[in-house]
């Protein structure tokens, strides 16, 4: 967990930090069959990086982060099939705002309340949201989704390839401008504060800290940031369906955060990577049974790194140093 007073000390970019990148960029010449894959583990490590920010370093609980996804893939699929507009960056900015301003709107409601109230509250959003795509059949296709998203090439030349070279490289390029964005806010005064937050918020109320506004901003931003993860979802797949607003895939990103470790930034990179690999590897070698596999994951960490993996690798980290 980051601690208030630490945003100084961690301003600066270590060398553990590069390894991430590094990682990513061999896998592009190292693993082309695996590509798509690949994006799609990029695109879910910004999602669950946007959950992080207000669920690890804020304390806002919720259940319909989904909601910010849906909303940025259906602004690219419906500028795409019903407007006519293909610019990805376009696409980009207006699924950014689209799920900032919702995020605006529905948390100015969200952050009046508490524990499970506000759990309640966001799954509710999430499941009128599910519905209200499902009934606008006129313009999010319903139950059949937008199929034929036509995305332009980006900056004219590079064309959006069934192997997804471009979309690799573009996802990976656009979820390093976030993460940068996204560090550097943590690791300043006013991430302090969000951690000031979640700790105690009576004290943040007694020293007269704006925490409601604060708040507020926070989920905002992770708004915007999931409607971008949202974006990139629809222009790599070329389509979006109803179930980018599923509660499903509102639980699937809080396991992978779980999984990584909340609260750490580099949780939202290991565990998309690990769940999305292990789900592709479980439904290959078994197709009716994957789910259990990645329960039982789940469960060992639970049980054993309530840290999540990262935090696993930091006790046995420190055995050795003691040793």
């Not at 409607?227 to 629809?234: P, Q, W």
Request: proline share 3%.
């Amino acid at each position: 967990m980051m601690h208030s007073g630490g945003y100084a000390r961690g301003s600066r970019i270590g060398v553990l930090e590069i390894l991430p990148w590094l990682v990513a960029i061999a896998a592009f010449f190292l693993l082309p069959e695996y590509l798509s894959l690949g994006a799609r583990i990029l695109i879910f490590i910004l999602f669950t990086l946007s959950l992080d920010l207000i669920l690890g370093y804020a304390g806002i609980i919720t259940l319909g982060h989904s909601v910010f996804l849906g909303l940025g893939a259906y602004t690219a699929g419906i500028l795409s099939v019903k407007a006519g507009i293909h610019d990805p960056f376009l696409q980009l900015i207006a699924g950014a705002a689209i799920g900032a301003g919702f995020g605006a709107i529905t948390g100015a409601v969200v952050l009046r309340t508490k524990d499970l109230t506000q759990l309640m509250l966001t799954l509710a959003i999430a499941a009128i949201m599910m519905e209200v795509g499902n009934k606008a059949n006129w313009l999010t296709g319903g139950a059949d989704g937008l199929p034929g998203v036509q995305v332009n090439p980006l900056f004219g030349v590079f064309e959006f390839d069934f192997i997804g070279k471009t979309g690799y490289v573009y996802c990976l390029v656009v979820l390093f401008i976030v993460w940068f964005f996204v560090r550097r806010m943590v690791y300043s005064p006013f991430g302090a504060m969000l951690t000031g937050i979640r700790e105690n918020t009576a004290r943040m109320h007694a020293l007269g800290a704006p925490v409601y506004k604060r708040l507020l901003v926070v989920y905002t931003i992770s708004a915007g940031i999931a409607g971008i993860a949202g974006v990139l979802l629809t222009q790599t797949t070329q389509s979006v369906g109803l179930n980018v607003l599923s509660f499903e895939i509102a639980g699937d990103v809080l396991v992978m955060l779980i999984l990584g470790g909340v609260g750490r930034i580099y949780g939202a990179f290991v565990g998309p990577t690990v769940y999305l690999i292990a789900h592709d590897e479980l439904a290959k070698q078994f197709p009716e049974y994957w789910s259990f596999g990645v329960g039982f994951l789940l469960l060992i960490v639970v049980f054993f790194a309530r840290g999540g993996i990262l935090g696993l690798i930091d006790k046995i980290s420190a055995r050795v140093r003691k040793s």
